[in-house]
């Protein structure tokens, strides 16, 4: 069995801000993860996955992900948030069939 | 350009009629899936096919039925049992080797009038 848990359904922050996405997950092998973006009618966008090796993971736009197996978790982080940062996103865990959070919505303030 | 096209964008439908979605990929992809996307609820998995003339239920398949005659095709029909079919439906493929992600199709929205 496999699953996600994301942490706060919106958050809210300033343009040159950190971003930080909570994302913990439970799986009982060990974890495939995705992070996605998804724009309003649009279908999803791989951000950043990890499946094994180095722990911090770098995507892009500026978004990296660490994976931290003693804290189930694998937080979404970019240094500065940009405004076309705005979107909806996903943290995921599976290797055929994934499983998908119910989504972070992000905003940026100008 | 390979990737995943869905079709169309946004459909209409009369209650008690079915309605097929439309999906290929040019991937050569082995596995495809349908996700149903409600705010605030995620994605949830409808069916999914790992091979030709194979697939299997997912966690929401009532109301829903596809086929995979084809590699690169795997339709959806919404069918008149399903008791709330207006949704954002996403499509996606996967390569069947460790550690490969998903790619998504754009989506088609689903109304129903």
């Known amino acids: 069995a496999q699953s996600v848990t994301q942490l706060g359904s919106h958050v809210s922050v300033s343009e040159g801000a950190l971003v930080l996405l909570r994302c913990n997950y439970s799986s009982s092998v060990p974890p495939y993860l995705f992070w996605y973006v998804q724009y309003p009618n649009q279908g999803l966008q791989l951000l950043l996955k990890?499946?094994?090796?180095?722990?911090l993971v770098k995507g892009i736009n500026g978004f990296e992900a660490e994976f931290k197996k003693s804290e189930t978790s694998f937080h979404l982080t970019k240094p500065s948030a940009h405004m076309s940062d705005a979107a909806e996103y996903f943290c995921?865990?599976?290797?055929?069939?994934?499983?998908f959070g119910a989504g972070t919505t992000v905003t940026v303030r100008a | 350009d390979g990737g995943i096209t869905q079709s169309p964008k946004y459909l209409f439908r009369k209650e008690g009629q079915n309605v097929t979605l439309s999906c290929e990929q040019n991937l050569n992809h082995d596995a495809m899936y349908w996700y149903r996307q409600d705010p605030g609820q995620g994605l949830r998995l409808i069916y999914y096919?790992?091979?030709?003339?194979?697939?299997q239920k997912g966690d929401i398949a009532e109301g829903y039925s596809v086929s995979r005659e084809k590699k690169e095709s795997f339709p959806l029909t919404v069918t008149s049992a399903q008791k709330n079919p207006t949704a954002f439906y996403l499509c996606?493929?996967?390569?069947?080797?460790?550690?490969?992600?998903?790619?998504f199709g754009q989506g088609t929205r689903l109304t129903v009038v």
């Open positions: 990890y499946t094994t090796g180095a722990t």
């Open positions: 096919s790992q091979i030709v003339n194979d697939f």
């Open positions: 995921a865990v599976g290797y055929y069939k994934l499983s």
């Open positions: 996606a493929s996967i390569l069947a080797a460790e550690g490969t992600e998903a790619f």
